[in-house]
T-cell receptor, first 114, second 106 residues
Framework: DSGVTQTPKHLITATGQRVTLRCSPRSGDLSVYWYQQSLDQGLQFLIQYYNGEERAKGNILERFSAQQFPDLHSELNLSSLELGDSALYFC?????????????FGDGTRLSIL | AQRVTQPEKLLSVFKGAPVELKCNYSYSGSPELFWYVQYSRQRLQLLLRHISRESIKGFTADLNKGETSFHLKKPFAQEEDSAMYYCVHRGSRLTFGEGTQLTVNP
């Protein structure tokens, strides 16, 4: 158990909808990272938050947004969903702000768009 | 562009056979590279890192600067090795290769 918790495990919704994915980092970790894993593009870094502030941005669409709350849990918001957004979304956490530290991954949320 | 490349999306071997998962990189200098593994329906886990020169679950990986490679090897594959393997570069952030799905058949 990595200590990183993601909810929900599975989410099925329709195109045009909006969903929120939640991540609780490992105790003591201040950084949270979001990744998208799709069949055709592998694992893509989306965004990193450190202690409530956005730290780094990757290949995140404008339809997607994230935030990290004072209790350090993070939410990834996906809006105007398209079929291509179907993927496994992973959250990871690490102690510090540097994006190259060892990261501990959650089980992921599988998002299916119908 | 600087990147990590895993040329094989799928690799299938029989139990007991040697296995090599290829990884090439285009970063200059002395890159820090890792292998992550994702077993079916489980989270990504760090398998090994090149700086520690360790052997985990029988797997080893050597950084070859001349060939700019960091191939993952195991002399005798086991069925439980079936998983997705990612070669990862540690720069300002972790950059993942496309991944190789390894299937070890009985």
């Amino acid at each position: 158990d990595s200590g990183v918790t993601q909810t929900p495990k599975h989410l099925i919704t329709a195109t045009g909808q909006r969903v929120t994915l939640r991540c609780s980092p490992r105790s003591g970790d201040l950084s949270v990272y979001w990744y998208q894993q799709s069949l055709d593009q592998g694992l893509q870094f989306l965004i990193q938050y450190y202690n409530g502030e956005e730290r780094a941005k990757g290949n995140i669409l404008e339809r997607f947004s994230a935030q990290q709350f004072p209790d350090l849990h993070s939410e990834l918001n996906l809006s105007s969903l398209e079929l291509g957004d179907s993927a496994l979304y992973f959250c990871a956490s690490s102690v510090g702000a540097a994006g190259n530290q060892p990261q501990h991954f959650g089980d992921g949320t599988r998002l299916s768009i119908l | 562009a600087q990147r990590v490349t895993q040329p094989e999306k799928l690799l299938s071997v029989f139990k007991g056979a040697p296995v090599e998962l290829k990884c090439n990189y285009s970063y200059s200098g002395s890159p820090e590279l890792f292998w992550y593994v994702q077993y079916s329906r489980q989270r990504l886990q760090l398998l090994l890192r090149h700086i520690s020169r360790e052997s985990i679950k029988g797997f080893t990986a050597d950084l070859n600067k001349g060939e700019t490679s960091f191939h993952l090897k195991k002399p005798f594959a086991q069925e439980e090795d079936s998983a997705m393997y990612y070669c990862v570069h540690r720069g300002s952030r972790l950059t993942f290769g496309e991944g190789t799905q390894l299937t070890v058949n009985p």
